[in-house]
């Protein structure tokens, strides 16, 4: 790989408004004295070459030369030890050493699926041994710039340390976005880049100087850039794959049950409205859905072809559907298990018969409302939550644990190897779909990384997602599940940043916050000071509960607040505070004795005097069982709870049911039902609502 010698980075650089130290350069060590004959020691002198792409490795950079003769003494001696490694420098570069301050990374390098991404870090052992660093995808923005800096954990540096004075931050930000800002180096090099970097950067209080530049790639910086125009995600209308008006099943046996036959005993039980039909080229039925020869003789009204046959025959099946919308191919085999050549001709055969195609290696479509699906019972009732995953089964676990919470879902695809519809297009259909009103995502491989970036960018709805592959074993995992290529983690979490994208780690944890966004994501919390969006009050029995509580929900980033003096006045009015501290997480009565409304009323009393956007209300369900026989005062609880949410309906309030499982069977749905029927997403532990809560408030569209 190709790189250009320093002087000549810097100097195209320095054409972008990146401050670098004076220098001049020489193609003989004789010839240092004279090119440092204008310049200000101390002095630096630097080899450069092919070979030299590290130059300090090679001992090819000598520092504190305090004049012109030095600085030529230098380059001869630099010039013998490095024939001592077979190593001969094109030339040299004398320049003036910069003054002392904070060192600071800044780079760029293309990532396979997202693109042009930016990093900045602490120099030294910061960057080397900690990965102090942060991350961004191009373009960025002045937020993003000033936000990587308060990202890093050695930030305290650039802002004064131990008397030390504060770093000119402004010239530090100016730099982020000269490199990677609209307009700036990285869209400039477009295409050729490969990696960026200038590291050190010097920061002092009066600037912001590289004093060393590396450009790997291009071999020259002569002629336009190659930037290709933003990514341009595919706007499809996918209103037929979700309600298909007819499907045909490609696959099913007369002989043997298979996958075929499963899912047309799927589509029955749905009570799909619309036309039905096998495709078999001999029999006139299968287990009583008539059959069609071919896809190209299954009619007009089919919308969509589910092909269940072995991946070889998968094409040639595919060329026949011309004329039908969209064709899923459950079968796997393709890339995912190293037949990259088989998906390429798959692809090639629905551009050919003009189709759009689902998958392959994937299980198909969810859609309560327009008939669809991939799973076996009931359907569920229509909602809200529309989800895009990579992994079909995840996807029908997500369904059935999810409609098992009370949770209701508007659309769901499973998208395997994503050959041709990828999550980008679907997440663009949902951000425009009036039946979804939030989106979960479980991705490996983005497939079109670039185009998922864009399309987060212009969603106006809450998402959250859950990746799979992040770590070093899970990307082996993906590897041989989708053939997926991940992407470091980092660069997920700077999407998420970026976009406003909730990330989490869990199914659990997706469909708790899938939970938590349906019942809250239009709860906007007027009158919530500015800067107090992490703040949160949380309220409920024992007071170790609350000490575990408030270790939970600062681990997750959340700000227990304390109550302001007025509020402590009104809740010892209610009586409380008799043997307890009025703090945050407040300690109340909750049991089968005590009164129902308490935590209501004390809720009110505390928000009448300081808003909280989140209020996180926690009962012990034991201690209702092993207090007392009966359910009632839990449930009756659960209803004041659920009037507080109805008469604060811009809070969001969540509920807690520790220990739930010693309830007798059915009482915890019921609680469940009376609480998501008031607007109350119900956890069953203080981890699982701060995960939740926290995603709320850090998506940029679901909760402010």
Request: glycine share 12%; net charge negative.
């Amino acid at each position: 790989m190709s790189h250009l010698p320093e002087h000549v980075v810097k100097a195209w650089v320095s054409g972008f408004g990146v401050d670098v130290p004076r220098g001049a350069t020489a193609t003989t060590h004789e010839g240092l004295e004279a090119a440092a004959a204008e310049l200000a020691p101390p002095l630096v002198v630097k080899a450069y070459g092919p070979q030299l792409l590290h130059k300090s490795d090679a001992g090819a950079v000598r520092l504190n030369l305090g004049s012109a003769g030095t600085a030529a003494a230098a380059g001869a001696e630099m010039l013998y030890d490095l024939a001592g490694q077979d190593i001969v420098p094109d030339g040299f570069l004398v320049e003036e050493q910069a003054a002392p301050g904070v060192e600071v990374i800044v780079g760029a390098v293309r990532d396979p699926a997202f693109g042009p991404v930016l990093l900045v870090g602490l120099g030294g052992v910061w960057t080397e041994a900690l990965r102090d660093t942060s991350l961004r995808l191009c373009p960025i923005t002045e937020a993003d710039a000033r936000a990587m800096l308060d990202e890093l954990r050695g930030r305290a540096l650039l802002d004064g340390y131990r008397g030390q004075p504060a770093i000119d931050k402004d010239a530090l930000v100016k730099l982020l976005l000269a490199v990677g800002g609209p307009g700036g180096i990285v869209e400039a090099l477009g295409e050729r880049l490969v990696e960026f970097e200038l590291n050190p950067v010097i920061c002092t209080p009066s600037g912001a100087v590289a004093v060393d530049a590396r450009l790997v790639g291009p071999g020259s910086l002569d002629g336009p850039s190659t930037t290709p125009a933003e990514t341009a995600v595919p706007q499809g209308d996918f209103g037929r794959l979700f309600a298909p008006r007819g499907v045909a099943v490609v696959g099913a046996s007369t002989k043997k049950p298979n996958f075929g036959n499963m899912f047309l005993g799927f589509y029955k039980v749905m009570g799909f409205k619309g036309r039905l039909v096998a495709v078999h080229p001999a029999a006139s039925e299968i287990d009583g859905v008539p059959c069609v020869p071919s896809l190209a003789e299954a009619g007009d009204d089919i919308d969509y072809a589910l092909v269940a046959v072995p991946a070889k025959q998968c094409p040639d099946v595919v060329r026949q559907a011309s004329g039908i919308s969209y064709v899923q191919v459950m079968s796997g085999g393709f890339r995912e298990m190293g037949n990259p050549e088989l998906e390429a001709e798959l692809l090639a055969a629905a551009r050919e018969a003009g189709v759009r195609l689902l998958g392959p290696n994937c299980m198909g479509v969810y859609s309560p409302s327009g008939g669809q699906t991939f799973i076996g019972g009931e359907p569920g009732r229509p909602g809200r939550i529309a989800v895009i995953s990579q992994s079909g089964g995840l996807a029908g676990e997500v369904i059935k644990v999810g409609e098992r919470r009370g949770l209701s879902f508007s659309k769901v695809a499973t998208v395997g190897n994503s050959a041709d519809v990828t999550p980008a297009e679907l997440l663009r259909y949902l951000a425009d779909d009036d039946e979804t009103g939030s989106i979960g995502l479980y991705l490996e491989d983005p497939r079109d990384g670039r185009g998922l970036f864009e399309a987060l960018r212009h969603v106006h709805k809450p998402v959250v997602a859950l990746i799979g592959g992040r770590s070093g074993q899970g990307q082996k995992a993906a590897a041989s599940h989708t053939g997926g290529m991940v992407s470091d983690t980092r660069v997920w979490s700077a999407l998420g940043e970026q976009t406003g994208m909730a990330i989490v780690t869990s199914q659990d944890d997706l469909i708790g916050t899938l939970d938590f966004f349906d019942l809250h994501g239009g709860r906007s919390a007027p009158g919530t000071p500015p800067g107090t969006q992490k703040e949160i009050l949380v309220i409920g029995p024992s007071g170790g509960a609350s000490v575990l509580a408030a270790d939970v929900f600062d681990a997750a980033g959340l700000d227990l607040a304390a109550l302001p003096e007025e509020a402590r006045v009104a809740l010892k009015e209610l009586g409380l505070g008799a043997g307890s501290s009025l703090a945050n997480p407040l300690e109340i009565p909750v049991g089968p004795r005590g009164n129902p409304d308490l935590v209501r009323l004390a809720v009110t009393a505390i928000l009448a005097e300081r808003p909280y956007a989140d209020v996180i209300t926690h009962v012990n369900v034991q201690s209702f069982f092993t207090f007392g026989s009966s359910a009632d005062p839990l449930l009756a609880y659960t209803r004041s709870v659920g009037k507080l949410q109805e008469e604060l309906p811009a809070t969001r309030i969540t509920l807690v049911t520790r220990n739930a499982e010693c309830a007798p069977a059915g009482v915890e749905d019921a609680v469940r039902e009376v609480a998501r029927a008031a607007g109350v997403p119900v956890y069953r532990n203080m981890e699982a609502a701060a995960v939740a809560v926290a995603a709320g408030k850090r998506s940029a569209h679901g909760t402010a």
